[in-house]
T-cell receptor
Framework: AQSVTQLGSHVSVSEGALVLLRCNYS??????LFWYVQYPNQGLQLLLK??????LVKGINGFEAEFKKSETSFHLTKPSAHMSDAAEYFC???????????FGSGTRLQVQP | NAGVTQTPKFQVLKTGQSMTLQCAQD?????MSWYRQDPGMGLRLIHY???????DQGEVPNGYNVSRSTTEDFPLRLLSAAPSQTSVYFC??????????????FGPGTRLTVL
């Protein structure tokens, strides 16, 4: 079975500060990993995905995530937060041959001026 | 392309009523799915379909029915609504990825309240 744990249901940072959102997964086989963002009253938008081609994955809006197999982690980072980054972020995992995503519980990011 | 569309955006039901949440996609995706989103629980898979005429259960299927008569449409039916089905419902469709994991596209969601 696969699962995803997102540490911290709420994260607050100042504008211009580093954003770090944590995601750990459990999987018995090599996973595919995703980060999605959900702005208020909207659907989910893909930020980035791990394809096994490179451990450091760059996504949209300046976000990136690093796959660390030894730590079973896929943390999301952004060097400098913008007010527009305020949203809920979901980490998700899937496997080859599986057609569905397993989501973490989400982390709500607040950006303070 | 309109992508994935869902109707209605909002719905209020009374306990025991039935309704159908509509989902359509115009990207010719074979795979479609329904998720529900509840606070603190992320998104959980209700039902999914790998093509017209083929459906299967996800993590939380009880109380919901689906059918897939066309590639484009994947409606979700609540036969007898219960307050526990108060949630935000998302439909998603998937495109096969060449050499990598598939990308799912999500609709805007339907916010359902059952009184």
């Amino acid at each position: 079975a696969q699962s995803v744990t997102q540490l911290g249901s709420h994260v607050s940072v100042s504008e211009g500060a580093l954003v770090l959102l944590r995601c750990n997964y459990s999987s018995s086989v090599p996973p595919y990993l995703f980060w999605y963002v959900q702005y208020p009253n909207q659907g989910l938008q893909l930020l980035l995905k791990y394809t096994s081609a490179a451990t450091l994955v760059k996504g949209i809006n300046g976000f990136e995530a690093e796959f660390k197999k030894s730590e079973t982690s896929f943390h999301l980072t952004k060097p400098s937060a913008h007010m527009s980054d305020a949203a809920e972020y979901f980490c998700a995992v899937s496997h080859t041959g599986r057609r569905a995503l397993t989501f973490g519980s989400g982390t709500r990011l607040q950006v303070q001026p | 392309n309109a992508g994935v569309t869902q109707t209605p955006k909002f719905q209020v039901l009374k306990t025991g009523q039935s309704m159908t949440l509509q989902c359509a996609q115009d990207m010719n995706h074979e795979y479609m799915s329904w998720y529900r989103q509840d606070p603190g629980m992320g998104l959980r898979l209700i039902h999914y379909s790998v093509g017209a005429g083929i459906t299967d259960q996800g993590e939380v299927p009880n109380g919901y029915n689906v059918s897939r008569s066309t590639t484009e449409d994947f409606p979700l039916r609540l036969l007898s609504a219960a307050p526990s089905q108060t949630s935000v419902y998302f439909c998603a469709s998937r495109t096969p990825g060449a050499g990598g994991p598939d990308t799912q596209y999500f609709g805007p969601g339907t916010r359902l309240t059952v009184l």
